[in-house]
């Protein structure tokens, strides 16, 4: 069955970074356009990024334009988020997915000094 595991989560600094990794088993990875969303305490599911089968094509929310890097892997079946010059603002449970339905269970990322 199609899985989903987020890892690469933790507390860090303001201005510091984190890489977030997404290992997908079940399907063929290539076929699909992957995405990050996060969720902040108390607010719903806000959309992060998006990327196209290939890398051809990156997405960013304007929130996060600029700081955050999607890249992917298809051959190790892995999805990635960079993020750089975090913010308290980023404090969020980080899911990702795959167009079409399909998520994973989250990893939190926690900005606070």
């Known amino acids: 069955q199609v899985q989903l595991v987020e890892s690469g989560g933790g507390l860090v600094q303001p201005g510091g970074s984190l890489r977030l990794s997404c290992a997908a088993s079940?399907?063929?990875?290539?076929?699909?356009?992957m995405n990050w969303v996060r969720q902040a305490p108390g607010k719903g599911l806000e959309w992060v990024s998006d990327?196209?089968?290939?890398?051809?094509?990156?997405r960013y929310a304007d929130s996060v334009k600029g700081r955050f890097t999607i890249s992917r892997d298809n051959a190790k079946n892995t999805l990635y988020l960079q993020m750089d010059s975090l913010k308290p603002d980023d404090t969020a449970v980080y899911y990702c997915?795959?167009?079409?339905?399909?998520r994973g269970q989250g990893t939190q990322v926690t900005v606070s000094s």
């Open positions: 997915g795959r167009s079409g339905g399909g």
């Open positions: 079940g399907f063929t990875v290539s076929n699909y356009e």
């Open positions: 990327i196209a089968t290939t890398g051809g094509w990156k």
